[in-house]
């Protein structure tokens, strides 16, 4: 299994990104995947989710911001990013589940397989 991100940049407030992650070793159409963020010195943090079942969940503070999708055809995992602010500014990552859970978690613990990051960067 592998997951590879890409996308990530600089940007300045109130602009657009949108990340991608390609999935190799299974279809995407029966896992669980999640977009996390992570700060140096804090934790990691679970941004958006997208379920086996394609119920899709969010952190309260990218609502309305943020939108999580899958496309199939080509087993990758997007999240687009609008109406960026400072506080986006992370290393972004995608995650998945490969078991048979639905659920759309944006908890660390339930995702087995992990991407190596792009870095997200917003400021004036």
């Known amino acids: 299994v592998q997951l590879v991100e890409s996308g990530g940049g600089s940007v300045q407030p109130g602009g657009s990104l949108r990340l991608s992650c390609a999935a190799s070793g299974f279809t995407s159409n029966n896992v669980r995947m999640a977009w996390f963020r992570q700060v140096s010195g804090k934790e990691r943090q679970g941004v958006a989710a997208i379920g086996r079942a394609g119920t899709m969940n969010y952190e309260d503070s990218v609502k309305g911001r943020f939108t999580i999708s899958k496309d199939n055809a080509k087993n990758t995992l997007y999240l687009q990013m609008n109406s960026l602010k400072p506080e986006d500014t992370a290393m972004y990552y995608c995650?998945?589940?490969?078991?048979?859970?639905?659920?759309?978690?944006?908890?660390?613990?339930?995702?087995?397989?992990w991407g190596q990051g792009t870095q997200v960067t917003v400021s004036s």
């Open positions: 995650a998945a589940d490969v078991t048979v859970a639905i659920a759309a978690s944006l908890s660390e613990s339930v995702y087995d397989y």
